[in-house]
């Protein structure tokens, strides 16, 4: 496993990091049997950077790829019966998703913190790990705050990901997309007219 922070420079660096890794594990390319990503949330480069990367080497390889939402992987972490997953999301919204038992009941949002705990379809008590889950609660009817219990959840690491994605290698998944739960930022510039 190789870890950089950086904070530019990803798309030149990736593919030397993944050589690394496989040279390091001492695998060839040619022998690996499928491919985990993270599909996010996340950065909106980075989430494409990493999906695209591993979309165009399971492809040249005819091997299957698998994405894992960050969401996913963070609930297989922690292991628990039901489960809310609590992230910081932009402008002071949270970003959200419940499981049971490792399996989605929410498709993951990202709503205003004031008003994402109605989107909660469990009742009674429930467990819930991420960076925003007291955010999440605070704003909770008070029969509700006292329910809910923030757990630590360990880091997720690429064997987290890469032991989800082996589960799912012998299905048939649709090839991974990056998870967007907003708009990107960036909009389309006018069209310039010209005289003449």
């Not at 870890?3 to 040279?23: F, I, K, W």
């Not at 985990?36 to 480069?45: D, I, K, L, N």
């Not at 469990?122 to 925003?132: L, S």
């Not at 880091?155 to 299905?171: C, D, F, W, Y």
Request: hydrophobic share 40%.
């Amino acid at each position: 496993m190789k870890h950089e922070p950086m904070t530019r420079g990803h798309s030149e660096r990736l593919a030397p990091m993944v050589a690394e890794v496989l040279d390091d594990a001492k695998v060839n390319v040619a022998n690996l049997d499928g491919i985990a990503v993270t599909t996010g949330p996340g950065s909106f480069t980075g989430s494409r950077l990493g999906v695209s990367f591993a979309r165009g080497l399971a492809l040249a390889k005819e091997i299957p790829a698998v994405g894992v939402s960050v969401f996913e992987a963070m609930a297989h972490v922690f292991d628990g019966n039901q489960v809310v997953v609590s992230l910081t999301g932009k402008n002071g919204a949270l970003m959200l998703q419940c499981f049971e038992r490792n399996s989605p009941t929410t498709e993951p949002l990202e709503l205003p913190a004031s008003i994402a705990w109605q989107t909660l379809p469990m009742a009674g008590f429930y467990d819930g790990i991420g960076t925003e889950f007291d955010l999440l609660l605070s704003h909770a009817p008070e029969g509700v705050k006292n329910r809910g219990t923030a757990k630590e959840c360990q880091p997720i690491t690429s064997e987290i990901i890469a032991q989800i994605g082996l589960k799912r290698l012998g299905q048939r998944s649709p090839l991974p997309t990056p998870l967007y739960l907003r708009a990107a930022d960036a909009k389309p510039q006018a069209p310039v007219m010209l005289n003449g």
